[in-house]
């Protein structure tokens, strides 16, 4: 079965710093995987989707990620962090063609100014 | 688009109360999921529906959780006789295409707390 790894519990990056969140992935195949971030009190909404194809995807206000197959992983970046970045971010992979998206446990961006 | 509607967004029930929980998925979403987060365990997968019919359920817990869909415009979560463990943030998502996309969009969440 699927399963993702969030090594990072919490990250503490100042404003205009780089930002790379981990994630490791597991799974037999090539999956889907993907980016989630959740905002205080705000449902989770998607921020990249990687499928087969390039392994660098873009997604929204800046964020980008990179897909590893040697390594099973799915790192998310950006190079400027602005304190609107306060979050709690998702990786979460799902089977080529299936229904069920399995997520991390998450890691919690803290921006400092 | 109004995005995925979740009512209520809080509810405090005693113990061995019943709560339920309403959700509306995105008008043309052919599919339906059910989400509890917490912070011990994160976001667990509940179930599932696909054009309204019961495809998997293999995260509920059977005794006194249930879930239906009797129409495509909204789906219920219940839980009966509830105890303190049920204490979560439920979360309702829809996906286009039966959701094999992966790419789901979620509700603000119902946070049930069980005194």
């Known amino acids: 079965a699927q399963s993702v790894t969030q090594p990072d519990a919490r990250v503490t990056v100042s404003e205009g710093a780089s930002l790379q969140l981990r994630c490791k992935y597991s799974y037999f195949g090539t999956p889907y995987l993907f980016w989630y971030v959740q905002y205080p009190r705000q449902g989770l909404q998607l921020l990249l989707k990687?499928?087969?194809?390039?392994?660098v995807v873009q997604g929204v206000n800046g964020f980008e990620a990179e897909f590893s197959k040697s390594n099973s992983s799915f790192h998310l970046r950006k190079a400027s962090v602005h304190w609107s970045d306060w979050a709690v971010y998702f990786c979460a992979v799902s089977r080529t063609g299936g229904y069920k998206v399995v997520f991390g446990s998450g890691t919690r961006l803290l921006v400092s100014p | 688009n109004a995005g995925v509607i979740q009512t209520p967004r809080h509810k405090v029930t005693g113990k061995g109360q019943e709560a339920t929980l309403w959700c509306e998925p995105i008008?043309?979403?052919?599919?339906v999921f059910w989400y509890r987060q917490t912070i011990v365990q994160g976001l667990e997968f509940l179930t599932y529906f696909r054009n309204q019919a019961p495809i998997d359920d293999s995260g509920m817990p059977k005794e006194r959780f249930s879930a239906q869909m009797p129409n495509q415009s909204h789906s219920t979560l219940k839980i009966q006789s509830t105890q303190p463990q049920d204490s979560a943030v439920y979360l309702c998502?829809?996906?286009?295409?039966?959701?094999?996309?992966?790419?789901?969009?979620f509700g603000e969440g119902s946070k049930l707390t069980v005194l």
């Open positions: 998502a829809s996906s286009l295409a039966g959701g094999n996309t992966g790419q789901l969009y």
């Open positions: 990687y499928y087969p194809g390039d392994p």
């Open positions: 008008s043309g979403h052919s599919a």
